[in-house]
């Protein structure tokens, strides 16, 4: 089955109220629905512009702004469950740091489906960044989701730079991973594309990887922000010869939309040039 997905390269803005981030975030949920995807990404910490409602003293505070996006939590969960049930589209909306009940913060990748059930994938590898001043801790758990489209799964931005993640996901089904990403040097950017493309390579499989783009020195979390979404595919017969179905302009705010054929990955696993996925175990030999 053939599936459109739409990639954001999503804007991080100052916000005057909630029903501006609404209206904000419905534009791009129609401007994706209206091109026929049925997939959507937002990219990881999209949700710190909310941050921004809550005036300076919050929003320039590392920890006062978790804190104060919980307050949001259900609104947020309520927007975006709505969305993906009126446009009948599956949105990974990004991230939003969210309080467990021990008290730790999780950077927390939520996935609507159409019929309005909700699930998630916390980010399991930590950059410095989020473990040395933020304080935001690991996720426990590494997840996969059952979709009309086939098995899919996340790995948030810096997860995608470890194989052995992407590969027990695939291992157990997935075609698709969806990479919600948040960098803020050319350098990151490259590490998460490069890692993107790895994945797609070694497991003959589908990456999608949207990003947070422009500056934000309001913010004292995601102040700066480069990248571009792309949709990557396998190197192999039947994709594009550099493993780049579509690919967004550095730093320009847009969706990236492609179509993709989830059952294309079985195909090129038995007939492909290589067989990246089926040689993989015999690494172990050596």
Sequence with gaps: MNVKIATAQYDISFLENWSSYQSKVERWVVEAAEQDAKILLFPEYASMELASLFGEAVYSSLSRQLAAMQSLLDDYLDLFRSLAKKYQCIIQSGTFPVKTDSGAYRNRAYLFMPDGQIDYQDKLMMTRFENEQWLIQKGEELRYFDTEYGRIAINVCYDSEFPMLARKQVEAGANLILVPSCTDTLAGYHRVK???QARALENQCYVVQSTLVGHAPWSEAVDVNIGAAAIYTPVDRGFPDNGILAEGKLNAVQWV???????????????GQVFNYRDWPLQNAF
């Design 194 to 196: 490069i890692g993107c």
């Design 257 to 271: 939309i492609a179509e993709v054929s989830l059952s294309a990955c079985g195909t090129v696993r038995e007939q």
